[in-house]
């Protein structure tokens, strides 16, 4: 007899409903080579007589989603509606019935993670969550599982595929930022209402659920520093750019060791936008495409690059987080959960980078000397600087050494003080090198 696994699916969206096409396609296939029949039991929305493109059987769809939880015949849940509420207590009261649990919401799990992963260790049962961080792109699991005895120092993505859109547009076509984001919008990339993902907050929650799973630490994302693109000009892409510089939004993910002998670290995770030099294997990341940097101290550097979002890709990777959660189910047992410890959260503050630095100035002698004496009293050592323009609209270009956060946001003031500084440009930092 065929060994059926049922599943509930909460959400019939984008993910959703490329889940359920998935599992049709995939049904023998999965069947030939795990045993399982995956069926498709039940299909919780928030609209009935909505138009689906997807077809599912008499009786599937239900509004009900806590009956789908509920349900005795439904055996694993899926969770793709997104938000916190009511995503979050269906998925405990899935986990409490003994039901494991597949989730692609971010949002959830860089908030109440916790939660959650507590009562998934309470139940015995599989959290899985690979669609949660850049879509279709295996990402989660090898932090999780293959990189498990790797010491990782730092995780660098490209997480944001809107942001990375707008931002490629930008460089290569020198399009403006509101241009970009219209072009954007009009091919489906962003939202009618950008900001989640102008802004960095998408990429936030994903960089607080990299930082949490690379490093075992508890990280949500308000503990994300996190800034947008709407302010990158198409100026400051073009100094980048002769530079050697691509301009990227990543999610930065760092394990800063304690003292020597102690088991002591502390972790900064934070979104900007940051100059990456063409060289590095992000740069080359374009369009809306995603990628993940992994920085291992055994195994050297990785990167994982793909889409990060999209409907069939996200839904392969719930599928295949589905079929380990049938498996696992089956036979009794469940994944490694992992453990998530509290650690110190480095500030920004305390972050360091170079610097990339744009000041309009008044043509006049001592000009540079004011402010080269700005950068030297707080410690901030100038690794170049260029002139671009003459006269009236003359730009300096600084970039630093590696400095602190915190000189640096100093002699900015300063700057920003002196008579001779007529405009300081946007701030990039570079990371990278
Ligand atoms: N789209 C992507 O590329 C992508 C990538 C990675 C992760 N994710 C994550 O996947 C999740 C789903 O995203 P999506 O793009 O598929 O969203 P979506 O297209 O907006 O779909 C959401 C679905 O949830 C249903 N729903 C809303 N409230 C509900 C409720 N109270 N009870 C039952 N169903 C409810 C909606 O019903 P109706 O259809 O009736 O409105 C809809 O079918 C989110 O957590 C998102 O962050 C998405």
């Excluded at 969206?13 to 795990?34: F, K």
């Excluded at 889409?307 to 469940?334: C, F, W, Y």
């Amino acid at each position: 007899v065929t060994d059926v696994v049922r599943v509930g699916v909460l959400g019939c969206g984008n993910v959703g409903g490329a889940l359920v096409a998935l599992v049709a396609e995939q049904a023998d296939a999965i069947e030939a080579r795990t045993g399982l029949r995956l069926e498709i039991a039940a299909v919780a929305v928030r609209n009935l007589s909505r138009e689906r493109d997807v077809e599912l059987s008499e009786g599937v769809l239900t509004r009900d989603s806590a009956a789908v939880v509920a349900d005795p015949d439904v055996d694993i849940v899926v969770e793709v509606i997104g938000g916190i509420e009511p995503a979050r207590e269906l998925i405990l009261a899935a986990l409490a019935a003994g039901k494991p649990v597949v989730t692609a919401n971010k949002e959830l799990l860089a908030n109440v993670g916790t939660e959650v992963f507590a009562a998934a260790a309470t139940a015995n049962r599989d959290l899985l969550f690979e669609a949660a961080v850049a879509g279709g792109i295996p990402i989660v699991r090898v932090l999780r599982e293959s990189l498990r005895g790797e010491p990782i120092r730092r995780v660098m993505g490209i997480v944001n595929g809107t942001t990375n859109y707008i931002l490629t547009k930008m460089s290569e076509e020198g399009a403006d930022y509101g241009a970009a984001l219209g072009e954007a919008q009009r091919l489906g990339y962003a939202e009618r209402d950008p900001t989640a993902d102008v802004e960095g907050f998408d990429a936030a929650a994903k960089a607080a659920i990299i930082a949490a799973i690379a490093f075992g630490a508890r990280v949500v994302a308000g503990d994300v520093y996190h800034e947008g693109i709407s302010r990158i000009t198409p100026d400051d892409i073009a100094v980048a750019r002769r530079l050697g510089y691509v301009v990227k939004l990543l999610a930065i993910c760092e394990r800063i060791d304690g003292p020597a002998g102690s088991n002591e670290f502390s972790v900064a995770v934070r979104v900007h936008p940051t100059m990456v030099p063409n060289d590095h294997p992000l740069a080359n990341v374009r369009d809306s495409y995603n990628a993940v940097f992994v920085e291992g101290g055994a195994v050297g550097n990785l990167m994982f690059y793909g889409r990060g979002a999209g409907g069939r890709p996200t839904a392969s990777a719930v599928l295949g987080d589905l079929i380990d959660a049938a498996v696992n189910l089956r036979q009794g047992t469940h994944g490694p959960m992992g453990t998530f410890t509290r650690v110190r959260m480095r500030p920004i503050d305390e972050t360091t980078a170079e610097y990339y630095l744009p000041l309009e100035v008044v043509d006049r002698p001592g000009v540079l000397h004011a402010v080269t004496g700005a950068f030297a009293k707080h410690d901030v050592s100038i690794r170049s600087m260029e002139q671009e323009g003459h006269a009236d609209d003359a730009q300096l270009v600084f970039i630093t050494h590696e400095a602190r956060e915190a000189d640096v946001q100093a002699t900015l003031r300063d700057l920003r003080d002196l008579e001779v500084v007529k405009r300081v440009g946007g701030l990039l930092r570079v990371v990278g090198a």
